[in-house]
């Protein structure tokens, strides 16, 4: 049986934070996404997170991992608690998705996105 978890919240923050698999970083510029990005696409098991200082259109955080059926970005949803939603993509729109949230220029349609699902 899988059902939907709510997360606690994140903490305010001053700055983007970038994590992956080895290491957490301020974020200080667009190319600090675009080198965790490249490596997600070539690193087997990585994962990327973006997170926000607060949340931007409900959206606190945006992650990504890649499957063998493509590539997955979850958008972490500040409500009450934060729940996890999800989509399939390409590599230009997983950037695109990141870059945009970074410039706070990222209004998610929820209809592309599903509730992630946990066992």
């Not at 690193?43 to 890649?66: D, M, N, W």
């Not at 993509?89 to 997983?94: A, D, G, I, L, R």
């Amino acid at each position: 049986m899988s059902k939907e978890m709510v997360f606690q919240n994140v903490g305010s923050q001053e700055g983007f934070t970038l994590e992956n698999q080895d290491r957490k970083i301020k974020v200080t510029g667009r190319k600090d996404i675009q080198v965790y990005l490249e490596d997600l696409f070539v690193t087997e098991g990585q994962f990327v997170i973006l997170t926000a200082p607060k949340a931007q259109h409900k959206v606190r955080y945006v992650q990504s991992c890649v499957h063998d059926d493509g590539i997955e970005v979850e958008l972490g949803i500040e409500e009450t608690g934060t729940r996890l939603f999800y989509k399939m993509c390409s590599k230009e729109e997983c950037c695109h998705i990141f870059h945009d949230f970074y410039k706070n220029e990222f209004v998610p349609n929820m209809e592309e996105y599903k509730p992630v699902q946990f066992l």
